[in-house]
């Protein structure tokens, strides 16, 4: 039987990526840097009107489960694919990577996939056809996977799905049932904009820890950024917010630390850095690592993301620590 | 119609590349830095086993085209593919490249193949499914194309395929017959050795310029490196070889002109630079360069596509000449 002490749940996706300029973002009518979900047909169109693409295995909570496997953790994947090609790349590429990853299948729909376009500028703006993770459901949150972890975390994008709501009920219930720490990403502002009240009832009521960018947090608490940083405690105890080059900071209701930016980077690619910032810090933290540390682990995840094509990290990042 | 200035010709396969080290080569029992036939079986056995990869359209002639055309030449591709996912794949990248490919089927074999293998010392050691490639046969060899074009290109690897001498003999004819210029890459010392004098005859009867490495030249004219440049007039017109991190050389009867290497650049991974170079170096013959000219583009493009993962470039070649 599968077991870990991370488990990670979000949508199983393989990318597709390839470089485009701005005026083919805006040409296709795509909200830039975000997350642009498709249908079956656009994914076609799409397909045939964007540059030479490579395929390598995403979908944020993946990466997040592979980036904290790279680091010598213990980590496992809850999600939904197909018995297709792409089904079998995904599978072999977390399995290889030392995730633990029992495969839920979708008979009716494709494995997920994510054309994911590089500007000039190295940020990346998603289209993502949902394919079998649309199906995901309550049924298929594995209980003695999550019962025996020590974190469970959510990603946002999931908070869409049809029955994502409902996935992330019973998942609360099976951590708070075996003492299993609860974590979820924002994963993007339009998802929290999207389900503000739900989203953040849930937070409130179940969430030991959040990660998120500045957008997110302002979709959170509209207004300043540092009155947002300061209001995070009244809703969860903990929080990871990334500021880019700017660095990022963990936040408690006693404690702000912040942890800069790695400065000798060359960024080809930003597709993962939260992700594996979510690693990095996950690792930190189910170990035993302060704030502090916790952070730098993150950062150093997420730099080594984006100094390459593709949202996983391609070194060992035990070797990097 | 199709139409190109330069028709490339070789194996259409899709590159499966994953990162090793160098216990993991020797345990699987390949000989490191070749390209190693395997069955579909072995394919299956080799994708347990390796870590987790990236999908990319790869093939040696087809990797030529792109480079010809990412510089703004004008390039045709002639491979054959299944009409499968890969297939799908490796339509899509290279007639996204800009590239003529009027693509031939396989209705009994799926597209082919390569796990590719990066160790630490940035070698790439390739293990090849040929998949629908075997099947390609002098009738693929499309003779509008090939008459229409200044260049005709030949990857040695297609040498080694059951029916590859029949699709040389016939891209030949056609050339003669049309002022098509024939070129050919010697691909794999291996390949040379296997082949010696039908190939070395092929290329004293019919080719213009053959590309190759050090080890391929010395398969060639055993023994000396520089007594083997000096007699590499006897056998062909022209001939570009390349020396790794040493450069690269230019030499015809009358002249031989060395090129360096690029200095500047960190090398992630080989795979691809010999196909680049003579991407280069064909793009600036076709269009009228000279010796010395020819072959710095050619190790722009060699130095672009060692500077990361893939074998085929990520940023416009046009853009840095």
Redesign the interface.
Known sequence: MSSASIVTIGNAIVDII??ADDQFIIDQGMEKSAMNLIDGDRASQL??A????????GGSAANTA?GISSFGGSAGFIGKISE???GK?FT???S??GVAFPPVYDADHPTACSFILVTPDTERTMNTYLGACITLNEDDMNEELIAGADWVYLEGYLFDAPRGPGCYQRVAEIAHANNTKLALSLSDAWCVERHYDALTGFIADHADLIFGNEDELLSLFPGDFDAAVKRLPELVAEAAITKGAGGSMAVTSGEVVAVPAQQDIKVVDTTGAGDLYAAGYLFGRQRGDGLERSAQLATIAASEVIS???A?P??RLADQI
Chains 1, 2 share one sequence.
């Not at 964007?50 to 295995?57: H, K, L, Q, R, T």
């Open positions: 390839s470089k397909y045939d964007i540059g030479p693409a490579m395929e390598v295995s592979v297709d090609l792409l790349v072999h590429d977390i290889a990577a390459h094509i593709g996983r391609l070194d």
